[in-house]
T-cell receptor
Framework: RKEVEQDPGPFNVPEGATVAFNCTYSNSASQSFFWYRQDCRKEPKLLMSVYSSGNEDGRFTAQLNRASQYISLLIRDSKLSDSATYLCVVNIRGDYKLSFGAGTTVTVRA | DTAVSQTPKYLVTQMGNDKSIKCEQNLGHDTMYWYKQDSKKFLKIMFSYNNKELIINETVPNRFSPKSPDKAHLNLHINSLELGDSAVYFC???????????????FGQGTRLTVV
């Protein structure tokens, strides 16, 4: 079983729409959670960390559900520039690596 | 200033050759990594180093040998290249993970390796 699983999408949405997607993680010792963004042929970059109480960063809202072991990302008022692959990332306590999901592709159309 | 820089950006080589990819970070981080991103875009850890010491070797073939001469550098040497080695290789660095803090990892721009 993969450590982090995501719906690959693609999610094709019009500008201004809201899009949301989840990922699940398998190891209950996971302690740090992130969403990274990767544009085509570029390196991954941190979008936001995910905190236990949920957190917002502008149009982006992240939620963590430890009981069900899933993380969600919601994008409000989608922009064309939001088109990217969103990577769910987890760090397990005491582990010297980040574990990545395979990514969810979002395409925002005009 | 580029935080994590890796060279070369593109590498095309024949099967059986030996090649190296260099990585340097100027962020003062203790931990550096090599990740491989295959054609399905899945990022998989290969190696993790902390303070020049190998911490993780994730069942990578012996043909891959990382070397960390100091905390700021982590190079990857690949012997006897095979077709299946074609992928994008990302170097990354971060403060130490696994300590209960949400630390950010910074990635280099990637090296697109094509073995023909």
């Amino acid at each position: 079983r993969k450590e982090v699983e995501q719906d690959p999408g693609p999610f094709n949405v019009p500008e201004g729409a809201t899009v949301a997607f989840n990922c699940t993680y398998s190891n209950s010792a996971s302690q740090s959670f992130f969403w990274y963004r990767q544009d085509c042929r570029k390196e991954p970059k941190l979008l936001m960390s995910v905190y236990s109480s949920g957190n917002e960063d502008g149009r982006f809202t992240a939620q963590l559900n430890r009981a069900s072991q899933y993380i969600s990302l919601l994008i409000r008022d989608s922009k064309l520039s939001d088109s990217a692959t969103y990577l769910c990332v987890v760090n397990i306590r005491g582990d010297y690596k980040l574990s990545f999901g395979a990514g969810t592709t979002v395409t925002v159309r005009a | 200033d580029t935080a994590v820089s890796q060279t070369p950006k593109y590498l095309v080589t024949q099967m059986g050759n030996d090649k190296s990819i260099k990585c340097e970070q100027n962020l003062g981080h203790d931990t550096m990594y090599w990740y491989k991103q295959d054609s399905k875009k899945f990022l998989k850890i290969m190696f993790s180093y902390n303070n020049k010491e190998l911490i993780i070797n994730e069942t990578v073939p012996n043909r891959f040998s990382p070397k960390s001469p100091d905390k700021a550098h982590l190079n990857l040497h690949i012997n006897s290249l095979e077709l299946g080695d074609s992928a994008v290789y990302f170097c990354a660095s971060s403060p130490v993970l696994g300590q209960g803090m949400n630390t950010e990892a910074f990635f280099g721009q990637g090296t697109r390796l094509t073995v023909v």
